[in-house]
């Protein structure tokens, strides 16, 4: 297997990627299909951008954003159901149940952990000992842009996070469980070892005092940009769109079973950070996971980022003792 070479690297030599927007399939149909899977995603991300805009203060809070989250997944569910990208990634019982065990840990123990130990309760305490009224003047710049800095700066931390879980091995401990998954489905964004769900959504947003509209504008890029990273449908994505913001294809190159192919689109929403720092490869991958795309067990996954720390630190001292695994797919 050659590969195609991207700038310095050479990708696909070690598993099947397709490198290159031209020669990724299109949405087959007629008018109306075509026209549906090609402006589905900008149509959704403005009528959100417009909903929290205007909505009145009575519902414009958290509440109605898990709602609204919620529901559209249930949504591309259905969109995955019925216009499967793969019929390799369809979604079976199984892997339902199992999905639904980590958004639910997601929702609940995580949701409490973060409160105490998250960036949240950290940037609070960071804030206290300086003076952070010279950043005022944040919240008197036009609402949209307020929201496009809040989601921009935010992905640009989970850029230099998920680039270092890739590249530093106790971070990549954390990380490596989300890359035994073979498949993309709505919820796989939410699988994963605890520790490595916990860090991803470490932000530094929260130094700014934002105001809530300007947050709940933000988490519309987020949820109607983001959440299509893990996602089994085909959309003949506009080629504003494939440029500015990452996608399916984008991430599938990400969990391609090929070495170079996984350490590329980093990014959680603008993949234009990762255009800017040389990880971007445009193309798409069905072949996914590691050793061969061999499935991880929950049990596994939950135990794995300590048994490998525990491996770590006995080799360390103990040359002889376990290899340790080293930052790969």
């Given at each position: 297997m050659d590969g195609v070479r991207v700038g310095k690297r050479v990708i696909g030599a070690q598993a099947p990627v397709t490198v290159g927007w031209e020669n990724i399939p299109k949405v087959e149909g007629g008018p109306a299909k075509r026209l549906f899977f090609t402006w589905?995603?900008?149509?959704?991300?403005?009528?959100?951008?417009?909903f929290w805009f205007y909505a009145p203060n009575s519902i414009a809070k958290a509440s109605t954003a898990v709602a609204?989250?919620?529901?559209?997944?249930?949504?591309?569910?259905?969109?995955?159901w019925l216009a499967p990208r793969h019929d390799s990634w369809r979604l079976t019982w199984k892997e339902l149940t199992s999905d639904l065990f980590y958004v639910g840990l997601g929702y609940t123990l995580l949701r409490v952990v973060d409160s105490y130990i998250g960036d949240g309760a950290i940037i609070k305490a960071v804030q206290h000992s300086f003076d952070w009224d010279k950043l005022s003047w944040f919240t008197s710049l036009p609402l949209l842009l307020q929201a496009f800095l809040i989601s921009f700066v935010f992905d640009f931390g989970q850029y230099w996070m998920h680039r270092g879980m890739h590249n530093w091995h106790p971070l990549w401990i954390a990380h490596a469980p989300h890359h035994y998954i073979t498949q993309l489905n709505i919820n796989k964004g939410a699988v994963g070892n605890p520790v490595e769900l916990f860090l991803i959504g470490l932000g530094v947003g929260g130094f700014f005092d934002f105001v809530p509209r300007a947050v709940l504008l933000a988490?519309?890029?987020?949820l109607a940009v983001g959440t299509y990273q893990h996602?089994?449908?085909?959309?003949?994505?506009?080629?504003?769109?494939?440029?500015?913001?990452?996608?399916?294809?984008?991430h599938s190159v990400h969990h391609s079973q090929d070495f170079e192919a996984s350490r590329?689109?980093?990014?959680?929403?603008?993949?234009i950070i990762d255009r800017m720092f040389g990880t971007c490869v445009d193309g798409e991958a069905e072949l996914l996971g590691m050793e061969g795309g061999r499935p991880m067990s929950i049990g596994e996954t939950m135990s794995f980022t300590?048994?490998?720390?525990?491996?770590?630190?006995?080799?360390?001292?103990?040359?002889?003792?376990?290899?340790?695994?080293?930052?790969?797919?």
């Open positions: 589905f995603q900008p149509v959704m991300l403005f009528a959100l951008l417009a609204i989250g919620v529901g559209f997944k249930v949504l591309l569910l259905g969109l995955e988490g519309a890029f987020g996602i089994n449908v085909r959309f003949n994505s506009p080629r504003w769109w494939r440029f500015l913001f990452n996608t399916t294809e984008h590329s689109n980093y990014t959680s929403t603008w993949v300590f048994v490998e720390a525990w491996k770590s630190i006995k080799a360390r001292f103990s040359p002889n003792a376990y290899p340790h695994v080293v930052p790969a797919e």
